[in-house]
């Protein structure tokens, strides 16, 4: 049985490292880049960067999406991610308390975000 994650501190441990997350986050980026090129190229309404970290990604979904929304459990993340200004709003939140509407998006996207949640089915919903 695995040892559930401490959400807070995870927070605090990429929100700290946010300023130079993207020199180091060679693995992420890639894939990352490769779950973009799974997307099907057409146009999106409602989009969610789910696990948005430094807003990497931000600038390709913003092609894809008429109305692009930015979330992170870490504040310091989405600091960082709002110096993209690619995105139309930028929340906190948790991927398996998602602060939305069902049925409110038509793309999510999540990059290595998902294993740190204590239930992933949760998460899927």
């Known amino acids: 049985m695995f040892e559930p994650v401490d959400k807070q501190a ?11 997350y ?3 986050a060679l693995l992420q980026k890639e894939v ?4 973009l090129s799974l997307i099907p190229d057409k146009e999106y309404g409602n989009g969610l960067d ?3 970290g430094s807003g990497f990604f ?3 979904l913003q092609q894809l999406c008429n109305y692009l929304l930015a979330l992170d ?5 989405l600091k960082q991610a709002k ?8 929340v906190g939140g948790d991927a398996e308390a998602l602060p939305l509407r069902s049925d409110s998006v038509d793309l999510v996207f999540s990059s290595l975000a998902l ?9 899927f919903k």
């Open 22 to 24: 993207d020199q180091y």
């Open 32 to 35: 990352g880049r490769n779950l």
């Open 115 to 123: 294993q740190w949640c204590i239930d992933p089915v949760c998460a």
């Open 10 to 20: 995870l927070a605090d441990r990429f929100g700290k490292a946010a300023q130079s």
């Open 83 to 90: 110096q993209q200004s690619k995105a139309m709003a930028y």
């Open 73 to 77: 459990i870490s504040t310091g993340m």
């Open 50 to 52: 789910l696990g948005c």
């Open 58 to 60: 931000l600038s390709d």
